[in-house]
């Protein structure tokens, strides 16, 4: 096989382009990707790269500490980490959309501090990081109103507050993402003119495929598509860099990386089950869907935290 096809199918990014095109050719030819698909897409990139990638946020702190010279301890380290959990999940209960807000603005920071990677962490570049990261998350709610709306209402469980702010979003979608394009750019400008950084051409391309086709899939894959198969393949290629200082920094399958992840991806897993077998045992009047949503965003917060971090020292 030629070389430069074995090196793309080495590469996940590749993959999952690949596969995301192949789920979208299906569904014009079929007229519809049917819920079941759409559920079989988003579990297989949530269970293979995007849990798996913060499973191996212990590895992460292990080496930030070692680079400061502290001591590392995993049982501090996985009480910390439930402690951040449990303090989150108490403020989803009480203040379920102030929760959500500040869920997507550290979401927001956390993706456009990925896709960025690399950049100076002057003022500038971390606002356009930030500003990137809204964007994105922005243009994938967006492009699909019609089926992010009654989800932002289950989970906000129909707050008037929350229920205006989506609507006014909806019908100026246009116009708030042209307004954060502008402010990005300019940004980049005043930011560059400081301290010059070029992300790579073959990232933007991908990434800008990543895009382009999470526009036409539905919210769930597309989600799923730019999450997994995007962001989380990526940062596995940035951990691999920063634990193995002497690898390239490529998102590239790393077969024994992803290995080490599997012990607290397969407890993540098994909490996940085990909170469905009890919903569908004691709570099944329950709205399931908001407290999966907090399941995952309690998950994110400590891995945010992790992460940046790990670019702080990086940079």
């Not at 391309?205 to 198969?229: D, E, K, M, N, R």
Request: some cysteine; proline content about 5%.
């Amino acid at each position: 096989m030629n070389t430069k096809w074995l090196a793309v199918l080495q590469t996940p990014s590749w993959i999952s382009i690949i596969l995301g095109a192949c789920l979208l050719i299906w569904g014009q030819v079929q007229g519809e990707i049917s819920p079941v698909l759409q559920n079989l897409f988003f579990c297989f990139f949530i269970l293979i790269s995007g849990i798996p990638h913060g499973a191996l946020d212990h590895l992460v702190a292990s080496e930030t500490a070692q680079r400061q010279k502290r001591v590392f301890k995993l049982p501090w380290f996985m009480v910390e980490y439930l402690l951040s959990m449990a303090a989150y999940a108490v403020a989803w209960f009480l203040f379920p959309t102030l929760s959500l807000f500040f869920f997507l603005l550290i979401a927001a920071w956390h993706f456009g501090e990925s896709d960025l990677e690399g950049a100076p962490s002057t003022f500038g570049w971390n606002a356009a990081k930030f500003l990137f990261g809204a964007w994105v998350l922005a243009f994938i709610l967006l492009a699909h109103p019609l089926e992010t709306g009654p989800l932002w209402a289950r989970i906000t469980q129909n707050e008037s507050l929350a229920s205006l702010l989506w609507e006014s979003s909806r019908k100026h979608s246009l116009l708030i993402l042209g307004l954060i394009g502008v402010a990005f750019f300019l940004l980049v400008f005043f930011a560059y003119r400081q301290s010059v950084f070029l992300p790579k051409q073959k990232h933007l391309l991908q990434l800008t495929l990543v895009l382009l086709l999470s526009y036409f899939l539905p919210l769930l894959p597309a989600f799923a598509l730019y999450f997994g198969g995007w962001h989380a393949v990526n940062t596995f290629g940035h951990i691999n860099q920063y634990i193995n200082q002497s690898a390239p920094l490529k998102s590239k399958i790393n077969l024994r990386l992803w290995l080490k992840s599997l012990p607290f991806t397969a407890m993540a897993a098994g909490f996940l089950g085990l909170a469905f077998w009890f919903w569908q045992t004691f709570l099944h009047t329950w709205d399931p869907l908001p407290l999966v949503f907090i399941f995952l965003s309690l998950i994110t917060l400590p891995h945010l935290r992790v992460m940046h971090r790990m670019n702080e020292r990086v940079g």
